[in-house]
C-alpha cells in the first residue's frame, strides 16, 4: 500500500519560510517523479513544482520561482519544499505526488498526499 505523508505546514508571517516534507512509503521511491501542488480555497488544483527520480530535472510554476526549492533525498525516501519569501497568495493545501513517469505539471500522478495547510499571514 503506497502512502505519501507531507508535514511542515503551519501559520508563518509574509516574507518568512517553511519547509514542507513527504515522506513516501510502499513503493520504490527512487523510481518516481515526485512534485508538490496546492489548492487554495474556491480555486482548482494548481501545480508548484517537479523533480525528476534522480533529481537531474527540476520544473517550478512561474508562481513560486526563484523562491521555492524541490529537492529530494532518495536515501531518507522523502521529497522536500522549500518555500521562502512567502506571500498571502500562497495560502493554500499544499500535497505531494508520486509518478513512475516524468510528466512534470500535469495533475494526473499516479499518488497523492493526504496535504499539509498553510497559511501566510499579511
Known amino acids: 500500500q503506497v502512502q505519501l505523508v507531507e508535514s511542515g505546514g503551519g501559520l508563518v508571517q509574509a516574507g518568512g519560510s517553511l519547509r514542507l516534507s513527504c515522506t513516501a512509503s510502499?513503493?520504490?521511491?527512487?523510481?518516481?517523479?515526485m512534485a508538490w501542488f496546492r489548492q487554495a480555497p474556491g480555486k482548482e488544483r494548481e501545480f508548484v513544482a517537479a523533480?525528476?527520480?534522480?533529481?537531474?530535472?527540476?520544473y517550478y510554476a512561474d508562481s513560486v520561482k526563484g523562491r521555492f526549492t524541490i529537492s529530494r533525498d532518495n536515501a531518507k525516501n522523502t521529497a522536500y519544499l522549500q518555500m521562502n519569501s512567502l506571500k498571502p497568495e500562497d495560502t493554500a493545501v499544499y500535497y505531494c505526488?508520486?509518478?513512475?513517469?516524468?510528466?512534470?505539471?500535469?495533475?494526473?500522478?499516479?499518488?497523492w498526499g493526504q496535504g499539509t495547510q498553510v497559511t501566510v499571514s499579511s
Open positions: 523533480i525528476r527520480r534522480n533529481g537531474n530535472t527540476i
Open positions: 505526488a508520486a509518478d513512475p513517469l516524468w510528466i512534470g505539471g500535469r495533475d494526473t500522478y499516479d499518488y
Open positions: 510502499g513503493l520504490t521511491f527512487s523510481s518516481y517523479a
